[in-house]
């Protein structure tokens, strides 16, 4: 199976690599895991009973205050005093923690009736206390820090396959990651548009050795005002709010629209204006003597350079402008496959249950 990585590039038409992309394979790595605690926490939210397809479990611990790093605790066991002979626990608030020490209390535990409670941080406290073999406990988890199914080493870019996770959520898990990977690449595109400190400048004016002779006023480029981001879209979709989230996408689609528009008709203004200057220097070409007309001619041929670094200013912002709509748009169509994919794939399972009810 391919790595994540090329699955990724291949859903997004991004290349992506260990720095100058957007994302890099740092950042990836951080989408990957990020999705996969998503996923867990989603499905999990949606069907508690799935909870033992991201389980883990602990190796035997044989001293008190285990923590798992989560609070999604699956079952506690513990050994009865014989090696192996493994005992369930069951949970007790923590207004108990004294009760079940004592012996003539009915919430006595026993090591042939353990109990457990978490505490702050998530720590795990088995009753009665745990200690070496035979008195060791294990404690079965959701796991919380994702891991690669070869070597159980740390989820990174280039692995195609996750441990302690069902086989057929990994697929979202690359939705995710893809999407944010489009999100990640609008966001530089966003960050690095051509702005007033990349727009070309006007010449400098000559020093005429005339000290008469008066230029007319160059004009110039006044870009269009960026104003939208994609923070309010990934706000919803993280609540799994689809339908406000298409309404952040059309209003930004008519923030970019108006944009467009703005550039279009600022270009044609700027032509307009600098045609007629243009002109105005020809004319003053035209009245002025031998010396006057050589530093002329000089300055327009700056301005005409001008001109030229304008028209590719703006068909830079145009450019960029497309690359930044269609990622957004990729991004919406992939966050929706993947809410899709986990709120489908729990009623898909829903429906034999209901059906056996019946």
């Known amino acids: 199976m391919a790595s994540f990585k090329l699955q990724v590039e291949a859903l997004t038409g991004i290349t992506i690599d ?42 035997e611990q044989t001293s008190d205050g285990f923590n798992p790093g989560t609070s999604m605790i699956i079952s506690v066991i513990r050994e009865n005093g014989t090696n192996n002979e493994w005992v369930p626990c069951r949970k007790i608030p923590f207004d108990l923690q004294y009760k079940v020490t004592d012996v003539e209390s009915l919430h006595y535990a026993s090591k042939f009736n353990p109990a457990y409670m978490v505490s ?56 995710y ?52 981001n994609l923070s309010a879209v990934n706000a919803n979709l993280s609540n799994e709010d689809i339908e406000m989230s298409e309404k952040e996408m059309d209003k930004i689609e008519k923030k970019m629209d108006k944009f467009r528009a703005e550039q279009d008709n600022n270009q044609k ?22 010396s006057i007309q050589v530093e002329v001619a000089e300055y327009k041929s700056n301005i005409e350079k001008y001109q030229m670094d304008t028209a590719q ?3 830079s912002l145009q450019e960029e402008m497309a690359q930044y709509k269609w990622y ?31």
């Not at 990836?28 to 949606?46: A, C, E, P």
């Open 313 to 315: 200013y703006s068909a």
């Open 120 to 175: 702050q941080n998530n720590n795990i406290h088995v009753f009665p206390v745990a200690g070496s073999n035979p008195d060791a406990f294990k404690v079965l988890y959701v796991n919380n820090a994702p891991k690669e199914a070869g070597d159980s080493s740390a989820l990174e870019y280039d692995a195609n396959d996750i441990k302690y996770f069902p086989d057929d959520k990994v697929h979202s898990v690359v939705l």
């Open 18 to 59: 260990s720095s100058a992309t957007s994302p890099t394979e740092g950042q990836l790595t951080d989408f990957l895991v990020d999705g996969v605690l998503d996923v867990t926490n989603k499905v999990i939210s949606l069907r508690p009973q799935e909870a033992e397809s991201f389980s883990i479990m602990s190796a």
């Open 328 to 358: 957004t748009d990729q991004y919406m169509t992939l966050m929706n496959q993947y809410n899709n994919s986990i709120i489908g794939g729990a009623s898909k399972q829903a429906q034999p249950e209901q059906e056996g009810r019946r």
């Open 177 to 228: 990651a893809s999407a944010m990977s489009c999100m990640a690449a609008a966001a530089n595109i966003h960050q690095t548009l051509s702005t007033e400190a990349t727009k070309p400048t006007p010449p400098g004016i000559p020093l005429f050795s005339d000290k008469e002779t008066k230029l007319p006023t160059v004009p110039q480029y006044i870009s269009p005002v960026l104003d939208f």
């Open 269 to 290: 203004i700027f032509t307009k204006e600098l045609e007629t200057f243009k002109s105005e220097l020809d004319m003053l070409i035209k009245n002025s003597d031998r």
